[in-house]
């Protein structure tokens, strides 16, 4: 039974399969043996393999072991678990703040136990997997939205008299790379009393001096505001956080059931994701090179006559066509040594080469791309 659907997926063209890694996580990969130029991973900041972070991971689990043995309401907590809730409390300049061991566990954790039978979610069509996730394992009625599209979602608004209403999005849309248009959906918030559910999981470490979507639009994080965002990405670590009022946490921490029924993350891992955040605290350069990079490699792609679909940040999708012609490119940048990778349904409607840039990237690695794309 599995082998005919399987069949019919290749048959389709949108049979995947994994590529092993053999080196960390970077500009520049092993695949068997053979050296790629990656364009491929969410590691903006090329702080996957940063020695700082990798110094103070080994560091502390020398001195807490590795294995967290239990879920943290249990026992599996550590005191860095509660440093690193602190410190995301004080970046976010929110009252409180909690860990959840990935943002797929967050968004499928934390919006069921928020929106109960009484609520309605409003969710843009573009937000992320473990969103919609989220939203289908709530009570709540969920409402799809147009694409960042303010004037849909007032309709909707008004259309619907739900004692609870929730705005969720993406900030920075993963396959996209647009900005949810925040100021226009706060406005919302505001006069349909809705609370606001963002996810930050690439704005984190990107915008707003890398404290995420709010701090770039100059949004004060009102109590009606609960934020998500991960360290898994630009970040270099795992995981992901939660930041709102101290009721909201109070009340996740008790009822979220990835919380409460999944074993802690290892104590290195928070170590390192805390030991990501003072790099970016205390060195504003590496964002900047990040954003030097992007806007070299867009404008390089753009003027190679590509779309890049409305890209406003390090994620550039490369307008593709067919599933075939997508699949045709990426084997040939693959041939030229560049890993870049083709999104098909039902990742994407449309599909797409993704290219994300990352601070680690050289002028050169990027006019590689430039050029292997000019000849494809
Ligand atoms: C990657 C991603 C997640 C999931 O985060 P993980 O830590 O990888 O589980 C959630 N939301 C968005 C928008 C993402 O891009």
């Not at 970077?26 to 900041?45: A, C, H, M, T």
């Not at 997997?129 to 009570?139: E, H, T, V, Y």
């Not at 470490?205 to 995420?212: A, D, L, Q, S, T």
């Not at 075939?324 to 940048?333: S, V």
Request: aromatic share 8%; charged share 20%.
């Amino acid at each position: 039974m599995f082998s005919e659907k399987l069949n019919l997926l290749k048959g389709k063209n949108l049979l995947r399969r994994i590529h092993d890694r053999e080196s960390p996580q970077g500009p520049r990969i092993l695949l068997k043996g053979q050296e790629y130029l990656s364009f491929s991973s969410n590691d903006y900041l090329g702080l996957a393999g940063h020695p700082y972070i990798i110094n103070t991971a080994n560091e502390s689990m020398s001195r807490y072991g590795f294995g967290a043995g239990a879920s943290r309401l249990l026992s599996g907590g550590s005191i860095l678990h509660h440093q690193l809730e602190e410190k995301i409390a004080q970046f976010k300049n929110t009252e409180a703040a909690l860990v959840f061991n990935s943002g797929y566990a967050a968004n499928t954790g934390i919006i069921p136990a928020l929106a109960d039978r009484d609520t309605v979610l409003f969710s843009d069509e573009l937000n992320h997997a473990s969103i919609i996730d989220g939203c289908r394992l709530s009570k709540a009625e969920t409402v799809v939205y147009n694409h960042k599209d303010v004037m849909h979602l007032e309709e909707c608004l008004k259309k619907k008299a739900a004692t609870k209403k929730v705005i969720v999005t993406d900030t920075i849309f993963s396959m996209n790379g647009d900005i949810a248009p925040l100021r226009e959906i706060v406005r919302l918030c505001r006069t349909y009393d809705a609370y606001l559910y963002i996810d930050d999981a690439h704005a984190t470490g990107v915008i707003g001096k890398g404290k995420g979507a709010l701090a770039h639009f100059d949004i004060d994080p009102e109590p009606w505001i609960i934020q998500m965002g991960t360290f898994s990405k630009a970040l270099g670590s795992f995981g992901a956080f939660f930041a709102g009022s101290a009721d909201i946490i109070a009340w996740t921490l008790n009822t979220a059931r990835s919380f409460m029924y999944s074993t802690a993350l290892p104590s290195c891992i928070i170590a390192a994701s805390i030991a990501a955040l003072e790099l970016i605290e205390n060195d504003p350069h590496i964002i900047k090179q990040l954003w030097t990079n992007r806007d070299k490699a867009a404008h390089g792609i753009l003027a190679a006559g590509y779309d890049t679909m409305g890209s406003e940040t390090p994620i550039i999708p490369v307008k593709t066509g067919s599933i075939e012609n997508t699949l045709r490119i990426a084997k040939h940048l693959f041939e030229q040594g560049i890993f870049a990778p083709a999104i098909r349904p039902p990742a994407v409607k449309e599909s797409r080469i993704r290219i994300t840039v990352t601070a680690a990237h050289t002028d050169e690695d990027i006019e590689r791309l430039i050029e292997a794309l000019e000849k494809v």
